[in-house]
Protein backbone atom coordinates (compact mmCIF):
# COMPACT_ATOMS: atom_id res chain seq x y z
CA UNK A 1 0.00 0.00 0.00
CA UNK A 2 1.82 3.52 -0.82
CA UNK A 3 1.82 5.62 1.81
CA UNK A 4 3.31 9.56 1.02
CA UNK A 5 5.07 11.03 3.98
CA UNK A 6 5.85 15.08 4.31
CA UNK A 7 8.05 16.04 7.35
CA UNK A 8 8.46 18.44 8.89
CA UNK A 9 4.30 18.67 8.94
CA UNK A 10 5.43 22.91 9.65
CA UNK A 11 8.03 25.20 9.46
CA UNK A 12 8.82 29.35 9.67
CA UNK A 13 11.51 30.66 7.90
CA UNK A 14 12.65 34.27 7.32
CA UNK A 15 11.97 36.07 4.10
CA UNK A 16 14.41 35.56 1.49
CA UNK A 17 15.37 32.35 2.95
CA UNK A 18 15.97 29.13 0.03
CA UNK A 19 14.44 26.57 1.47
CA UNK A 20 13.25 22.61 1.09
CA UNK A 21 10.49 20.90 1.64
CA UNK A 22 10.54 17.07 1.80
CA UNK A 23 7.80 14.15 0.42
CA UNK A 24 8.73 10.25 0.87
CA UNK A 25 6.34 7.19 -0.46
CA UNK A 26 6.95 4.04 0.37
CA UNK A 27 6.59 2.46 -2.83
CA UNK A 28 8.71 3.78 -5.77
CA UNK A 29 6.61 2.03 -8.61
CA UNK A 30 4.85 5.38 -9.28
CA UNK A 31 3.11 6.95 -12.55
CA UNK A 32 4.00 10.73 -11.36
CA UNK A 33 4.04 12.60 -8.34
CA UNK A 34 2.32 16.38 -8.11
CA UNK A 35 2.99 19.34 -5.46
CA UNK A 36 0.02 21.08 -4.80
CA UNK A 37 -0.46 24.67 -2.29
CA UNK A 38 -2.99 25.25 -0.39
CA UNK A 39 -4.23 28.55 1.33
CA UNK A 40 -6.42 27.86 4.23
CA UNK A 41 -9.81 26.81 3.45
CA UNK A 42 -9.23 27.24 -0.17
CA UNK A 43 -8.66 24.39 -3.05
CA UNK A 44 -5.72 23.09 -4.00
CA UNK A 45 -3.29 24.92 -6.64
CA UNK A 46 -0.91 22.24 -8.78
CA UNK A 47 2.63 23.62 -8.38
CA UNK A 48 4.89 21.24 -10.42
CA UNK A 49 4.19 17.82 -12.08
CA UNK A 50 6.66 15.15 -12.64
CA UNK A 51 6.59 11.80 -14.46
CA UNK A 52 7.92 9.01 -13.58
CA UNK A 53 10.35 9.44 -16.49
CA UNK A 54 11.65 13.13 -15.41
CA UNK A 55 13.91 13.64 -12.59
CA UNK A 56 13.05 17.41 -12.02
CA UNK A 57 10.60 20.16 -12.72
CA UNK A 58 11.12 23.92 -12.31
CA UNK A 59 8.42 27.17 -12.81
CA UNK A 60 9.75 30.22 -11.50
CA UNK A 61 11.05 30.02 -7.90
CA UNK A 62 9.88 26.73 -7.53
CA UNK A 63 11.77 23.54 -8.72
CA UNK A 64 10.48 19.66 -7.31
CA UNK A 65 12.76 17.16 -8.42
CA UNK A 66 12.66 13.49 -8.26
CA UNK A 67 14.30 10.28 -7.08
CA UNK A 68 12.25 6.97 -7.62
CA UNK A 69 14.70 4.38 -6.37
CA UNK A 70 15.05 6.53 -3.03
CA UNK A 71 11.40 6.95 -2.63
CA UNK A 72 11.56 10.54 -2.25
CA UNK A 73 10.61 13.99 -3.42
CA UNK A 74 11.92 17.65 -2.83
CA UNK A 75 10.48 21.01 -3.65
CA UNK A 76 12.64 23.79 -3.70
CA UNK A 77 11.60 27.63 -3.36
CA UNK A 78 13.88 30.18 -3.75
CA UNK A 79 14.04 33.65 -2.18
CA UNK A 80 11.03 33.45 -0.29
CA UNK A 81 8.21 35.83 0.28
CA UNK A 82 5.37 35.86 2.61
CA UNK A 83 3.01 35.10 0.07
CA UNK A 84 4.50 31.68 -0.65
CA UNK A 85 2.93 31.01 3.28
CA UNK A 86 0.64 28.00 2.56
CA UNK A 87 0.54 24.47 2.90
CA UNK A 88 2.36 22.47 0.51
CA UNK A 89 1.08 19.53 -0.40
CA UNK A 90 2.59 16.16 -2.42
CA UNK A 91 0.84 13.24 -3.94
CA UNK A 92 1.46 10.53 -5.83
CA UNK A 93 -0.35 8.29 -8.05
CA UNK A 94 0.86 4.62 -8.71
CA UNK A 95 -0.75 4.26 -12.59
CA UNK A 96 -2.41 6.26 -14.80
CA UNK A 97 -6.17 5.47 -13.94
CA UNK A 98 -5.67 4.88 -10.12
CA UNK A 99 -6.52 7.57 -7.71
CA UNK A 100 -3.82 10.43 -5.80
CA UNK A 101 -2.35 9.72 -2.63
CA UNK A 102 -1.90 12.82 -0.38
CA UNK A 103 0.52 13.16 1.56
CA UNK A 104 -0.55 15.57 5.23
CA UNK A 105 1.23 18.58 3.89
CA UNK A 106 3.74 21.01 5.57
CA UNK A 107 2.34 24.07 6.68
CA UNK A 108 4.84 26.61 5.64
CA UNK A 109 4.95 30.09 6.86
CA UNK A 110 7.73 32.60 5.72
CA UNK A 111 8.11 35.53 7.98
CA UNK A 112 8.18 39.07 6.95
CA UNK B 1 -11.06 29.98 -18.16
CA UNK B 2 -8.81 28.30 -15.89
CA UNK B 3 -10.99 28.03 -13.56
CA UNK B 4 -13.20 25.12 -11.97
CA UNK B 5 -16.13 27.00 -9.97
CA UNK B 6 -18.33 25.64 -6.87
CA UNK B 7 -21.24 26.87 -5.42
CA UNK B 8 -21.88 27.44 -2.35
CA UNK B 9 -18.84 28.68 -1.02
CA UNK B 10 -20.94 27.95 2.44
CA UNK B 11 -23.31 25.53 3.38
CA UNK B 12 -25.34 25.28 6.99
CA UNK B 13 -27.70 22.12 6.91
CA UNK B 14 -29.65 19.81 9.27
CA UNK B 15 -29.39 16.36 9.22
CA UNK B 16 -33.16 15.83 7.76
CA UNK B 17 -32.55 18.35 5.41
CA UNK B 18 -31.63 17.64 1.26
CA UNK B 19 -28.98 20.04 -0.33
CA UNK B 20 -27.07 20.09 -3.50
CA UNK B 21 -23.39 20.98 -4.25
CA UNK B 22 -22.18 21.91 -7.58
CA UNK B 23 -19.17 22.39 -9.56
CA UNK B 24 -18.83 23.64 -13.10
CA UNK B 25 -15.79 23.82 -15.54
CA UNK B 26 -15.36 25.10 -19.33
CA UNK B 27 -11.87 23.81 -19.91
CA UNK B 28 -13.07 20.85 -21.70
CA UNK B 29 -12.11 18.54 -19.03
CA UNK B 30 -13.93 14.96 -19.42
CA UNK B 31 -12.47 13.51 -16.02
CA UNK B 32 -13.63 15.43 -12.81
CA UNK B 33 -13.97 14.65 -9.11
CA UNK B 34 -15.41 15.13 -5.43
CA UNK B 35 -12.99 15.19 -2.53
CA UNK B 36 -13.56 15.72 1.00
CA UNK B 37 -10.99 17.54 3.21
CA UNK B 38 -11.33 17.50 6.97
CA UNK B 39 -9.37 20.34 8.84
CA UNK B 40 -5.60 20.05 8.72
CA UNK B 41 -5.74 17.10 6.75
CA UNK B 42 -5.13 16.03 3.15
CA UNK B 43 -7.87 15.48 0.68
CA UNK B 44 -10.06 12.27 0.40
CA UNK B 45 -11.24 11.20 -2.98
CA UNK B 46 -14.98 10.34 -3.12
CA UNK B 47 -15.86 10.17 -6.10
CA UNK B 48 -14.22 9.86 -10.02
CA UNK B 49 -16.32 10.49 -13.53
CA UNK B 50 -14.46 9.87 -16.54
CA UNK B 51 -16.34 10.89 -19.57
CA UNK B 52 -19.52 11.83 -18.06
CA UNK B 53 -19.40 8.07 -16.36
CA UNK B 54 -18.67 6.90 -13.11
CA UNK B 55 -15.51 5.13 -12.88
CA UNK B 56 -14.33 5.15 -9.12
CA UNK B 57 -16.43 5.24 -5.94
CA UNK B 58 -14.35 4.78 -2.69
CA UNK B 59 -16.77 3.59 -0.80
CA UNK B 60 -18.42 6.63 0.05
CA UNK B 61 -22.00 6.34 1.96
CA UNK B 62 -25.52 6.17 0.12
CA UNK B 63 -25.78 10.06 1.73
CA UNK B 64 -23.64 11.32 -0.46
CA UNK B 65 -24.77 11.18 -4.44
CA UNK B 66 -22.86 12.16 -7.12
CA UNK B 67 -24.65 13.10 -10.56
CA UNK B 68 -22.72 14.25 -13.81
CA UNK B 69 -25.51 16.08 -15.88
CA UNK B 70 -22.78 16.78 -18.58
CA UNK B 71 -19.16 16.95 -19.63
CA UNK B 72 -18.66 20.43 -17.48
CA UNK B 73 -21.10 20.05 -14.60
CA UNK B 74 -20.94 17.53 -11.62
CA UNK B 75 -23.35 17.85 -8.80
CA UNK B 76 -23.02 16.26 -5.18
CA UNK B 77 -26.66 15.90 -3.38
CA UNK B 78 -26.33 15.37 0.22
CA UNK B 79 -29.48 13.71 2.07
CA UNK B 80 -29.74 12.46 5.62
CA UNK B 81 -26.21 13.86 7.03
CA UNK B 82 -24.36 13.54 9.95
CA UNK B 83 -22.15 15.82 11.74
CA UNK B 84 -18.90 13.74 11.24
CA UNK B 85 -19.72 14.96 7.36
CA UNK B 86 -19.07 18.52 8.26
CA UNK B 87 -15.82 19.54 6.05
CA UNK B 88 -14.77 21.10 2.93
CA UNK B 89 -15.76 19.47 -0.13
CA UNK B 90 -13.71 19.82 -3.07
CA UNK B 91 -14.15 19.70 -6.79
CA UNK B 92 -11.59 19.38 -9.02
CA UNK B 93 -11.11 18.12 -12.94
CA UNK B 94 -8.49 17.07 -15.25
CA UNK B 95 -8.12 16.17 -19.41
CA UNK B 96 -8.81 13.01 -18.46
CA UNK B 97 -7.71 12.23 -22.50
CA UNK B 98 -4.05 10.53 -21.99
CA UNK B 99 -0.71 12.22 -22.29
CA UNK B 100 2.09 13.37 -20.10
CA UNK B 101 0.16 16.61 -19.77
CA UNK B 102 -3.06 16.23 -19.00
CA UNK B 103 -2.58 14.88 -15.63
CA UNK B 104 -2.51 17.99 -13.85
CA UNK B 105 -5.84 18.43 -11.34
CA UNK B 106 -7.06 22.27 -11.18
CA UNK B 107 -9.48 22.09 -7.69
CA UNK B 108 -12.47 24.61 -6.98
CA UNK B 109 -12.42 26.92 -3.81
CA UNK B 110 -14.65 24.56 -2.08
CA UNK B 111 -17.79 23.92 -0.36
CA UNK B 112 -17.47 24.67 3.23
CA UNK B 113 -20.23 22.50 4.67
CA UNK B 114 -21.53 21.98 8.18
CA UNK B 115 -24.01 19.46 9.22
CA UNK B 116 -26.10 20.51 12.54
Known amino acids: KQEVTQIPAALSVPEGENLVLNCSFT??????LQWFRQDPGKGLTSLLL?????REQTSGRLNASLDKSSGRSTLYIAASQPGDSATYLCAVKRNRDDKIIFGKGTRLHILP | DTEVTQTPKHLVMGMTNKKSLKCEQHMGHRAMYWYKQKAKKPPELMFV???????INESVPSRFSPECPNSSLLNLHLHALQPEDSALYLCASSRGQGGLTNEKLFFGSGTQLSVL
Open chain 1, 50 to 54: IQSSQ
Open chain 2, 49 to 55: YSYEKLS
Open chain 1, 27 to 32: DSAIYN
